[in-house]
């Protein structure tokens, strides 16, 4: 289901009754109203002037039925101001989005809500995801939410490994970025609270973003089945890890849980007009609201 679609015609619809509704159906209601307002107190004139309540009351309501907005009137125009602010803000400032999997642990929880700055990495017409105003670019350590390659009507979260022009390599469970080898501390024993699997856990520092990852000593340093074929050139693999170039205009994306993550190892970059935006915060988790707050 496209969301944004359906908002973007959610907000045409009840915007043209809106227009509809103060140019042509309020002004009629209105007329009608003065009209039988009128012919009320021609009727009623001698029980206004002596300024009998019950009669100036029966008028006021009568007015006031008349003047009242129907029920499908109420449920499109009386609902474009709150539509319309909601797409605005969905398209162009913030959306939210909820954590399916965890591919992403121990940074992000499955049922983590979190909210994704869409202005970050440009200003993109909403529903076409065409970018008009360049404002930046996805860094080495951001999180990001993309439209996952293999189909696009499908919303991926990933940490950005590889920038344009970056070599990435992942041999031995180690990354390294152009020759430099990636810092990591403290790895210590670590249970995944979903599958209760006791993992390696520790703390990597990439683009000068420090966040914890957890590895599977299970599982051995090569992939866990075949590239897409979508990856091509870009990649070259071995039986303890991989090296990629990532192209111009294109991102490599990995999730913290290295060994439990189908990511840019399997079905190659992430291009830049797929990008949806960062993500900046977790601002609910119904099952533990500790976890609310900003994420690295």
């Known amino acids: 289901m496209n969301f944004a679609l359906i908002l973007f015609l959610l907000t045409v619809f009840t915007g043209i009754m809106y227009v509809f509704e103060k140019v042509k159906?309020?002004?009629?209601?209105?007329?009608?109203?003065?009209?039988?307002?009128?012919?009320?107190?021609?009727?009623?004139?001698?029980?206004?002037?002596?300024?009998?309540?019950?009669?100036?009351?029966?008028?006021?309501?009568?007015?006031?039925?008349?003047?009242?907005?129907?029920?499908?009137?109420?449920?499109?125009?009386?609902?474009?101001?709150?539509?319309?602010?909601?797409?605005?803000?969905?398209?162009?400032?913030?959306?939210?989005?909820?954590?399916?999997?965890?591919?992403?642990?121990?940074?992000?929880?499955?049922?983590?809500?979190?909210?994704?700055?869409?202005?970050?990495y440009g200003i993109r017409l909403p529903v076409i995801n065409t970018k008009v105003i360049e404002v930046g670019a996805p860094k080495r350590g951001d999180i990001v939410v993309f439209r996952y390659p293999m189909d696009e009507s499908m919303d991926y979260i990933k940490r950005v490994v590889g920038v344009p022009g970056d070599t990435v390599a992942y041999i031995d469970k180690k990354l390294t970025i152009n020759g430099e080898p990636v810092s990591y501390e403290g790895a210590a024993d670590w249970v995944d609270p979903f599958t209760m699997v006791t993992l390696t856990r520790s703390t990597e520092t990439l683009g000068g973003v420090r966040h914890d990852i957890a590895v599977d000593p299970r599982v051995g340093p090569g992939l866990r089945g075949r590239p897409y074929d979508r990856v091509g050139d870009g990649c070259r693999y071995s039986?303890?890890?991989?090296?990629?170039?990532?192209?111009?205009?294109?991102?490599?994306?990995?999730?913290?849980?290295?060994?439990?993550s189908e990511d840019s190892r399997y079905w190659g970059f992430v291009e830049d007009r797929q990008l949806v935006g960062k993500a900046v915060a977790i601002w609910a988790n119904f099952s533990d609201m500790s976890r609310v707050g900003g994420v690295d």
């Open 239 to 260: 039986e303890n890890g991989f090296v990629c170039r990532v192209p111009e205009g294109q991102y490599f994306v990995m999730g913290d849980n290295r060994d439990n």
């Open 25 to 120: 159906f309020l002004p009629e209601r209105r007329r009608r109203a003065d009209a039988l307002a009128r012919n009320f107190e021609s009727a009623n004139r001698e029980a206004i002037d002596r300024g009998e309540k019950q009669v100036i009351d029966a008028r006021n309501a009568l007015y006031a039925e008349t003047m009242r907005e129907p029920w499908w009137l109420d449920y499109t125009a009386g609902l474009f101001p709150v539509i319309a602010i909601v797409f605005l803000l969905r398209s162009f400032l913030f959306e939210p989005f909820r954590i399916p999997s965890g591919s992403m642990l121990p940074t992000l929880y499955i049922g983590d809500f979190i909210l994704v700055n869409k202005y970050d």
